[in-house]
T-cell receptor, first 114, second 111 residues
Framework: AQSVTQPDIHITVSEGASLELRCNYS??????LFWYVQSPGQGLQLLLK??????LVQGIKGFEAEFKRSQSSFNLRKPSVHWSDAAEYFC????????????FGAGTRLAVHP | EAQVTQNPRYLITVTGKKLTVTCSQN?????MSWYRQDPGLGLRQIYY???????DKGDVPEGYKVSRKEKRNFPLILESPSPNQTSLYFC??????????FGNGTRLTVT
């Protein structure tokens, strides 16, 4: 069965520091991959997606992610974190090669220290 | 503005009292779905609909019903809610080559 693993439940970084959130997926073929962010009391906002092509994907709010097929990973990065980035981040893979149904990881909660 | 609208945002009810959470989207999307979010589990799909009058079970459908009589609406029905259905619920929609677009969520508490 397909699955998504986000190994870090909680991460704390200082404002201005770089960030990398890890995501590993299980799927035999090239998947559709997504990162969503959930701010407190809010819904999920799409940060970026990978459908095909360039393995380095740029998203909103200065985030990027790199698809590495050999490692079954899709890690999210940001060079300099802002206090407003504190939120929960979810990695997701499209089920069965599609993009309508998503399989989500358990999420990584990011705290930002001033 | 493209959006998925859920109502209510917060709901507290008692075991066994039927309730409906409404969901509406204004993007003319064919695909709609419901997810529940629980700590440590991420989001799990409850039901989905490929188009009007076409619905199917997701990964955790027990205790839920849905209907899709119009393209824009996809209500979630709990005929007899139980405490284990206390959760945060999200409605989502997507179209051709369009990723899932989520509503702001409904926090349900069943006592």
């Amino acid at each position: 069965a397909q699955s998504v693993t986000q190994p870090d439940i909680h991460i704390t970084v200082s404002e201005g520091a770089s960030l990398e959130l890890r995501c590993n997926y299980s799927y035999g073929a090239t998947p559709y991959l997504f990162w969503y962010v959930q701010s407190p009391g809010q819904g999920l906002q799409l940060l970026l997606k990978y459908f095909s092509g360039d393995t380095l994907v740029q998203g909103i709010k200065g985030f990027e992610a790199e698809f590495k097929r050999s490692q079954s990973s899709f890690n999210l990065r940001k060079p300099s974190v802002h206090w407003s980035d504190a939120a929960e981040y979810f990695c997701a893979v499209g089920a069965s090669g599609g993009y309508n149904k998503l399989i989500f990881g358990a999420g990584t909660r990011l705290a930002v220290h001033p | 503005e493209a959006q998925v609208t859920q109502n209510p945002r917060y709901l507290i009810t008692v075991t066994g009292k039927k309730l409906t959470v409404t969901c509406s989207q204004n993007m003319n999307h064919e695909y709609m779905s419901w997810y529940r979010q629980d700590p440590g589990l991420g989001l799990r799909q409850i039901y989905y609909s490929m188009n009007v009058e076409v619905t199917d079970k997701g990964d955790v459908p027990e205790g839920y019903k849905v209907s899709r009589k119009e393209k824009r609406n996809f209500p979630l029905i709990l005929e007899s809610p139980s405490p284990n259905q206390t959760s945060l619920y999200f409605c989502a929609s997507s179209g051709t080559n369009s990723p899932l677009h989520f509503g702001n969520g409904t926090r349900l508490t069943v006592t």
